[in-house]
């Protein structure tokens, strides 16, 4: 099969998992038991807000419910929320007050961002580790390596960011081990927040940064972009380099905690994988030939066992995305994880169709590349 | 050996679909066995030779009913084996693997193993079955206390025996080998070649034996029928297909037969190219269109159904590979082609 | 008909095979054994899962503080406090007591006693008692606003610690009516544990903001833990394990669809399907499932495991040649399911049910009818390979007589005996319902809820896992072998395909218990798992949200203990993967 028959043919197979992830949200919505109609008007549904025609009164409830559209059949409101998805139209959301794709579209590059940012910390440290640790096999080193590698993965993701907090984001005063030199609250990093707060100012209750003409990620508007509400922030703190550097600063704990297990993983299987290439002719042809060991392993070995470890890849952003809802609720990011918990707990369901739908597209589009990358370093790949 | 037919096999194909393309559609297919005609008589032991690749374990699987046929028809005994019911197919005919250890599931006995025909089949259970397996056991010169023993505790030709005892357990009529000795050591392989040969004396045996041990073969069977790309290219008895092969394809195989006077001249035959792919072969003659022989073309309309030469020698004809018998056939078929056809300056 | 001496021989085999196959698997065990202690990390983990699964069986024992001291606490909710609140580990305050004494009352019968005493308990027979406890120093007495009083106005009987002696200033202060605060270190050997040395009895692991033991909430959550973790890793494995090797088995449409619908479950991060799950099951009370459900599922779960056995030793070996015998063979598989629909559903119409099983409400009635159904299944499934085979109605009755081979009792060791075993026994359990439901889990708490969405979540994972392993063993040669011998597809499956598929399972299964401790935690760290106030190691950790910086212990040790547990399950499916590698067999 050549690559563009195999790029069009996996597209074709999202299109059904698409659509079944739209089947899947819709009717867990409509799976919620409670009434949104309902939550919407609290104590006030007996409230006569209008009359009918006829003279029929018409409560709160009722006008909420026909506003949402629950009147109807399900097959009715799924055929709505169809063609509304497609018109752009996702809703509004109960307790942000906003369009769910505003909300989305807000939340989306904050996860991203992190999401990015932690595996670019766990994979260099994880096949690093992985490396050094097949290398040295059997060896103190390698029996620590592995330990650490099931470790990693076992370590519930939101205590390990609390201890995170605990000790790099305190001074030795409060049980850290960091002097203050940057940040809040005497520490290395900043435990709370996407920002220190002096760079943040609310809108509507959610905590916005740069509310116009930004891409959303955080890290890059804070460098290229300049609001006039931006004036608002004193004159000292309004370099790009601080902004900047607050931004990074700000990403480093949940990074770390979201990149672990990760890396965990990742050791485990770069040990594997290089082992199984260690025992390969052509490892042994090239130290018979007499190359360095060095130039040995890295050349030869690792090229050769770093492919199968990109399947990894799909695996990593599936769980980054998981745990994001972790770490963003720890460390306060307004993600699509926040989102979720958020709209979940206050069965806030608009919310929670559009914060799946999102994540899943973000994952299955994450998976294809990954696929399609494999598959451009393996041909045999495309062959199945 | 009677003369009554046990199984006639008649324009047999086997086409394996391949999957491709953005919607896996069907476009290609591997034609593993592609029009075969053979008789087997009962009580004969018929041999079938080719390289590795040529389609004689589809063709095999096949004929047992293991795999659906694409086209043409088996008949066992005169019926049509489709028409059997799957029941009697395996108590008449059985098969024995070509990898003894494979074909053995590794966490059951060798009684389970061996006696499970007779279970699934209702035929015996409890302490009966246990005294049919020490007969079986028996039978194949294997002892009474490996019962209760495993697969990996054997060796390669011991298993070969537990799996022949397992193709017995049901007394079955026809027995298809499935390269029962090439995972074997040479010594191992007379063993179980003797052994084979001793029990389809003593029982009436009909044995279909697939090698690609020209060597083997000739020892085992009274007949021989030599595949290459899914087609039969040549069936004789078996020293008459040693002595006097009439097809290129033949000629080649036994030339590369090794001798075992170390002395003697090396005189095989070598072939250039490679084995062409089952799938879209060639059209004529296959093993013409790999010697790239000038002639190749000319046996693209000809009919390359066996003829048969001399009693009971059948040879595919065709103009690269058995020149004299296909100039032969193109003048009985079409004088005025085949005239026109050799007249004709390239 | 057979009489039991016939069966002498029969017995004596089985037996043999058993003891053999009971050999077997001792040297199988043995050799993994040797395989497994290699590694110094598994045997770790090893330790570290029967150390927290024998903390999890007697918290009971060990635990200072429990769950029942008040009436009003389940094994879940804890409701009473323990001063003092907050303190770390070993603090001494640990040891205080602050008990609280009326004096208006005590003036007028010029009572000068008090006795020191516990808070209330609850006893073996649920009744409050409390505790005497013996005094060592009084630390401070306080009114009723919290204002420090002189600590002369008590004092300790010299006679008997448990005694207060309160002084007339005391109890003849009209201003101290409302009472006053007495707070005293007590000897509190009582609570000493054989294994704890002295003083380190009480806050091991600190107190919580209520006042909690947090050691004894560890040991509890424990359980919490344990349970989902083996609930929820048991229940994905089987149904995964039956969607997969039917995908695998039949492959073709079957396994498009299925693989089709599990990519949806794949397609949207675990965590984030769990929560919706756990939403969407918020109002659901009690897991509940119709009578005549309960009934047919174990029903048709037997039909369905002797269908493939009846299909293939009856209807398929003797393909009639006959023309309309041949369209009933075409589409035997719909018309024999029809046929079971009718049985049971149209012999004994679906209305009628409730009628059927209420008979005089009685639970035996119920029972009785269920049971008779799943004997007569039982019965057919049970009977003789031979008399199936011989599929004729002359002779039928004696065939059907001696088929049942009771002279060889052994004979009825198989899966098919348990299934039916398993059925009864679930029928038993849950029978117990009035109407025409059966309940099966009564308190569908929230614990509840996340296992389900757990299970719901996990499943399609390894239905993918053993999808892949069937078609690996599926292809092998001696599943072609054991074809070519006319084995039906059950057996094939059963006994040639699954028992060589099971070693990564068991090693998913393992890691799986860990996976699931940890999403609990997860959810229920993010207040959509257990209720607040749980001994459960999530809610603990993020109960310790508002002020670790400051109290650090209060979500160290939950979290070690997650941690440590994943750690030990881990590590231990790590040695089991080791054991199954064909690489390391001998």
Known sequence: MKLHEFVVRRLLLLIPVIVGVVIFTFSVAHLIPADPAATQCGDKCGIIIDYTDDGEPITAYQANRERLGMNEGVDVQFKKYVTRLFEGDWGESETYNRPVLDVVKDAAPITLEMSFFALMIAYPVGITLGILSAVRQDKMFDHVMRFFGIAFVSLPIFWFAMMLQLYFATGSAMGGVCDPIFGTDGGCFPVYGRHDTGFTYPEDGFVWFFPEGGTGFHLVDSWFVSDAKLSTIPDEWNTRWLLFKDTLLHLALPCIALGVSSAGSLLRYMRASLLEVLHEDYVRTARAKGLAESRVILVHACRNALVPIVTILGFSIGGAIGGAVLTETIFAFNGMGRVAVTSITSIDYTVIMGVTLVTSIIFLLSNLIVDITYAIIDPRVRLE | MSDELLLEITNLKKWFPIKEGLLSQTRRYVRAVDGVSLNVTRGETLGIVGESGCGKTTLGRVLMGLIPITSGSVRYSGEDIRKIPNKEIRRKMQIVFQDPGGSMNPRMSVRSIVGEPLLVNGISDGVDLTHKVEELLDSVGLKREHMTRFPHEFSGGQKQRIALARALSLNPEFILLDEPTSALDVSVQAQVLNLLQSIQRSMNLTFVFISHDLAVVRHISDRVAVMYLGKIVELADADEIYRNPRHAYTKVLISAIPKPDPSAKRDSILVEGDVPSPIDPPPGCAFGHRLQHPEWEKSVDMDLSLREVSPGHWVQPCPCCTKDLSDQVIEELDPIQSKGSSETPE | ?586
């Open chain 3, 1 to 586: 008909m057979r009489s039991w001496d016939d069966g002498k021989g029969d017995r004596k085999e089985s037996l043999r095979r058993l003891r053999q196959a009971l050999s077997q698997s001792r040297s199988d065990l043995w050799r993994g054994w040797k395989v497994y202690r290699r590694s110094l990390l598994a045997v770790a983990g090893l330790i570290m899962v029967i150390f927290v699964t024998t903390i999890s069986i007697f918290a009971d024992e060990i635990a200072v503080e429990h769950p029942y001291r008040n009436l009003q606490d389940t094994e879940d909710e804890w409701v009473i406090d323990w001063e003092p609140r907050m303190k770390e580990p070993r603090s001494e305050e640990c040891d205080w007591h602050e008990q609280k004494i009326i004096t208006n009352t005590r003036s007028k019968f010029f009572l000068e006693e008090v006795v020191a005493e516990s808070h209330n308990k609850v006893g073996e027979d649920n009744r409050y008692y409390k505790d005497t406890l013996s005094v060592i120093r009084i630390i401070k007495i306080e009114d009723s606003k919290g204002y420090d009083l002189n600590s002369s106005l008590l004092y300790i009987d010299p006679a008997n610690s448990s005694i207060l002696i309160l002084t007339p200033e005391l109890y003849n202060n009209s201003t101290l009516n409302l009472g006053v605060w007495v707070t005293y270190e007590f000897n509190n050997e009582a609570m000493h544990h054989s294994w704890l040395p002295d003083g380190y009895d009480v806050c091991i692991f600190g107190t919580t903001d209520t006042g909690q033991d947090l050691f004894s909430k560890v040991l509890y959550g424990s359980r919490v833990s344990l349970k989902i973790g083996f609930t929820v890793a048991t229940l994905t494995v089987t149904i995964g394990t039956i969607v997969g090797s039917i995908s695998g088995y039949y492959g073709g449409r079957v396994d498009e669809v299925i693989m089709r619908f599990c990519d949806i479950f794949f397609a949207v991060p675990g965590l984030i399907l769990a929560m919706a799950f756990v939403a969407a099951l918020g109002s659901v009370m009690s897991l509940t499932i119709p009578v005549w459900f309960g009934v047919l599922v174990p029903i048709l779960f037997l039909v369905t495991v002797t269908q493939s056995y009846l299909l293939s030793t009856v209807l398929d070996g003797d393909r009639i040649s006959d023309r309309t015998m041949n369209i009933v063979m075409q589409y035997r598989g719909p018309l024999l399911s029809l046929l079971c629909f009718f049985f049971f559903v149209g012999l004994l119409p679906a209305p009628a049910w409730p009628e059927f099983f209420g008979i005089s409400e009685s639970l035996g009635w119920r029972l009785g009818a269920a049971l008779g159904i799943i004997v007569v299944i039982g019965a057919i499934t049970l009977a003789d390979r031979k008399f199936i085979q011989n599929w004729d109605f002359e002779g039928a009755s004696e065939r059907l007589a001696d088929s049942f081979d009771w002279t060889n009792p052994l004979r009825y060791l198989s899966i098919r005996t348990l299934a039916i075993f398993v059925a009864i026994v679930v029928l038993f359990r849950f029978s117990n319902g009035s109407g025409d439901e059966i309940v099966l889990i009564k308190d569908f708490d929230r614990l509840w809820k996340i296992q389900a969405a757990l299970i719901i979540t996990g499943w399609p994972g390894y239905a993918r896992l053993i999808r892949g392993q069937v078609l690996y063993v599926k292809e092998m040669n001696f599943v072609e072998a054991a074809r070519s011998v006319g084995a039906p597809p059950g057996r094939i499956m059963f006994r040639h395909i699954l028992p060589n598929a099971w070693a990564p399972l068991l090693v998913a299964f393992t890691l799986d218990i860990g996976g699931t401790i940890l999403s609990a935690s997860g959810l229920s760290f993010i207040g959509l798992g257990a209720n607040p106030g749980t001994a459960e190691w999530g809610i603990l950790v993020s109960e310790s949200r508002d002020d670790f910086l400051y109290h650090p212990h209060l979500m160290l040790y939950p979290g070690l203990a997650i941690a440590a547990t994943v750690l030990g399950f881990n590590l231990l499916g790590d040695g089991i993967r080791d054991v199954a590698d064909p690489k390391n067999r001998r």
